[in-house]
């Protein structure tokens, strides 16, 4: 089970094509063969430790006061596998942090899965989690070449079962009010 934000709208198409590019190195699309859009997940429990009602909880007050969240990525990052993980790196977001460190004080950490601990979580936005041992140059330097700057709304929280990709509940965060 995974407590997440998702981008579900237009502008999650700007790290679908990074999926496809990246796709180009793994054995098949992993990102589009999840079934689900582009997403921070903030902690994954294996159940039955914390049920689906807590998680959702927890989500629900990380993201009481919280709006649409405007997130600009500027590098392309990986972890090492293997297999190799491409992932796009935010900006530094204190809305993510906060979230995070919220879910984290609602729910022991010692039951969440080790890499989404305080001290450990890395933000991060997947690319692509298959790359293919024979491409891990390539998609390494297509990391590194990446040079420019996309901005994509995260606007949906969620708390997710997988495999396959079930959706428990789902909020819509509201609008940022513009001045």
């Known amino acids: 089970m995974a ?23 793994e054995i098949e699309l992993s990102m589009r063969a999840l079934g689900y859009l582009p997403h921070f997940t903030f902690a994954i429990y294996d159940e039955p430790t ?5 998680a ?15 997130v600009e990525f500027t590098r392309i990052r990986w972890f090492e596998g293997p297999p190799l993980v491409v992932w796009a790196q935010p ?21 969440c899965r080790p ?11 997947t ?7 024979e491409r891990r140059d390539d ?11 996309i901005e994509v709304v995260f606007d949906v929280v969620d708390c ?7 959706v428990i509940a789902e909020q819509r965060l509201p609008t940022a009010l513009q001045f």
Do not use: K
């Open 3 to 25: 407590i997440n934000i998702r981008a579900d709208n237009s502008s999650a198409g700007e790290i679908e094509r990074l999926w496809e590019q990246v796709g180009a190195f």
């Open 50 to 54: 914390i049920d689906e009602q807590a």
């Open 56 to 70: 959702w909880d927890a989500m629900l007050a990380a993201a009481t006061g919280e709006t649409q969240l405007r």
């Open 91 to 111: 900006a530094v977001d204190e809305h993510l942090a906060r979230i995070h460190a919220s879910i984290s004080a609602a729910i022991d950490p010692e039951h």
């Open 115 to 125: 890499y989404y601990r305080p001290g450990a979580w890395t933000p991060h936005c």
């Open 127 to 133: 690319l692509g989690i298959g790359v293919a041992d």
């Open 139 to 149: 998609a390494i330097a297509f990391a590194r070449a990446f040079d420019r700057s």
């Open 160 to 166: 997710v079962a997988f495999p396959p990709v079930r």
